[in-house]
């Protein structure tokens, strides 16, 4: 196997790492609130793949996810506690906490309204390391590795290339 498929590998395991410590909770998203994720997110100028951002500015994206789910969702009190709840999980990745708004009984119709998205109630806690984090950081040096070991790949081509022209 060459280098490059090695390095191909080991940054595609890399990846996978990284989404997969996310995927399991987004798949516990109710679809109202998937539809209601995206725009709370745009709305901050954050990307939907930069986490730390998400719970840097979880003032603006609780704001505004709470209204949206107001409005589109049939259990907004519910779906707004399963937000903030999983919200809380990602952010404690980064020592950082959400408060956990509205309730976890299903009671279809109760709108919430009033919540202001500032700790009130019950905060999801730290749990430990920023795997997160480490996981990027592991990604960007594997990049930075890769790019090198390439780079003294193509100098040691270019000066066996001169060698053979200079004979």
């Not at 404690?92 to 009984?105: D, E, M, W």
């Amino acid at each position: 196997m060459s280098i490059r498929w090695r390095l191909f590998a080991l940054l595609a395991l890399l990846f996978s790492l990284v989404v997969a410590q996310v995927g399991p909770l987004a798949q516990q998203l109710t679809p109202c609130i998937k539809s209601c994720d995206p725009a709370a997110i745009s709305s901050v100028n954050c990307t939907n793949a930069d986490q730390l951002c998400h719970c840097h500015r979880q003032t603006g994206i609780l704001t505004n996810i709470t209204a949206c789910i107001n409005v589109e969702c049939q259990m907004p009190s519910a779906d707004l506690h399963l937000f903030t709840t999983l919200f809380g999980e990602v952010c404690s990745q980064f020592n950082i906490t959400v408060p956990v708004l509205g309730n976890g009984t299903v009671m279809p119709t109760s709108n919430v309204s009033g919540v202001a998205p500032v700790p009130t109630a019950s905060v999801v806690p730290y749990t430990g390391a920023a795997l997160h984090e480490v996981a990027i950081e592991t990604v960007g040096l594997a990049v930075v590795l890769a790019g090198a070991i390439l780079s003294k790949m193509k100098l040691a081509r270019f000066r066996k290339v001169l060698r053979q022209a200079g004979q």
